[in-house]
């Protein structure tokens, strides 16, 4: 997919960035409407780019926003297909690389601290915690499907991007995303744990018997080797244009499965083991951290050289 960026502002910012973008090899259309906006009212200048070239059109609307008295509206969507025959060459080798400002809406929109994402995220816990005391399939079906409810991931990438990026507010946000969804993930999982010890189907002393306590609350190097390559393959479906699939690298972390066992732990009465899968979550949340700004500073460095228009 190729980039749809429209910019509306007054005429003369508007024309200036005009003249800079059109000589933009990457650029396949441009298109400058004189006094169309209403709001905010002023001109529109909409350009079909190429992902590969698109932070150069954003680089120079924000050297050009950041002149005093210069006001410009953005917005950016993703073309499903250009066709053009005499730049078809260019087109078939665009990059596959999402911009700041798209990284930026999309973990907002999905960590964001809302009703949605406090009921997923509770969901989550339910569905983690009643999954734990059942026989190794049910379990395995148990924690991929809170993977792929519980947006638990997004919010914690969000704060690796805000650290790379120097944007204080969007760590804040990130971590009150992470303070709120993962409480709200440990409660509802607890008060699952505490119905079902209640239940005469459900036996302690089996329930510490499973095989998938020891990867959640204890270190290995094969668990740890695969949590360290889903951080990093998580980010990079966001950098990517893959977001839509980073349920995969969650279904590897254990931060959903290892928070309805702290929780679990707890309400049995075995401290060491929630302390042990606390530990646990703590370090594949760190990875996802450290792993995932040095992808972002990477791609920074690499790829995008610019501070987002945010």
Do not use: C
């Not at 059109?57 to 917005?75: E, F, N, Y």
Request: charge should be neutral.
């Amino acid at each position: 997919m190729h980039k749809r960026i429209t910019f509306v502002g007054a005429s003369g910012p508007i024309s200036a960035l005009a003249d800079e973008v059109r000589p933009l090899e990457g650029v396949i259309t441009l298109e400058h409407q004189r006094g169309t906006a209403l709001k905010p009212p002023g001109d529109v200048l909409t350009v079909d780019v190429l992902n590969r070239s698109a932070d150069d059109v954003l680089r120079r609307a924000h050297l050009r926003a950041q002149r005093p008295g210069v006001r410009l509206t953005v917005v950016v969507m993703q073309s499903t297909a250009v066709v053009d025959g005499e730049r078809q060459h260019l087109l078939e080798k665009d990059a596959d690389e999402m911009l700041w400002e798209e990284m930026e809406a999309g973990l907002r929109n999905h960590g964001r601290v809302s009703a949605n994402y406090v009921l997923l995220m509770s969901l989550g816990g339910i569905i983690a915690a009643a999954a734990l005391p059942l026989e190794t399939t049910s379990q395995t079906i148990g924690f991929v499907a809170a993977s792929i409810i519980a947006p638990a991931f997004e919010p914690v990438a969000k704060v690796a991007q805000g650290l790379v990026l120097r944007q204080w507010p969007v760590v804040g946000r990130a971590l009150l995303s992470i303070a709120v969804g993962y409480s709200v993930l440990f409660l509802a999982a607890f008060v699952t744990s505490l119905v079902l010890v209640r239940l005469p189907t459900v036996e302690v002393g089996t329930f510490l018997e499973q095989p998938v306590l020891d990867a959640l609350s204890r270190f290995h190097l094969a668990p740890l080797l695969s949590s360290a390559a889903a951080a990093v393959a998580g980010i990079l479906m966001v950098v990517s244009l893959r977001d839509f699939y980073v349920v995969g690298p969650l279904m590897a972390l254990v931060m959903i499965p290892g928070v309805a066992l702290t929780a679990a732990g707890l309400a049995i009465g075995e401290t060491d083991l929630a302390l042990g899968a606390l530990r646990r979550v703590g370090v594949d949340l760190a990875l996802v951290v450290l792993l995932g700004a040095a992808v972002f500073t990477w791609k920074q460095r690499r790829v995008h050289r610019r501070s987002p228009l945010t």
